[in-house]
């Protein structure tokens, strides 16, 4: 094999190796998204149990407690009553039980 034969072969593999990494628009648009997103102001999560943790839980159960939600938008009562849940899924099981009794 001669020098020019190798080197042919190698502009081909380097010709065919770019090409498979152009990108395609909706890549292009996935990356300047993450670009974008990424230059947005970064989160900063605060260290469990330290004192502006404990004021944001208790700002939050302040509110919970004036308003009856929680920060979500849910009743606050959906947590002091757990035996709505219960029954409403004792209600589910059984519905789904005697769905598979029917189809059996």
Known sequence: MSTHERRAGTFTYLRNHQ???????????????????????PAHAQHAFSPAWFAAKGAAQGTAT???????????????????????ARQKLQTSINNLNLAA
């Open 66 to 88: 004036a308003t009856g939600r929680l920060p979500n938008g849910l009743p606050a009562s959906s947590l002091t009553a757990p035996e709505q849940q219960s029954a409403a």
């Open 19 to 41: 090409a498979r990494l152009r990108r395609s628009p909706l890549t292009h648009a996935i990356a300047l998204a993450l670009a974008a997103g990424g230059a947005a102001d």
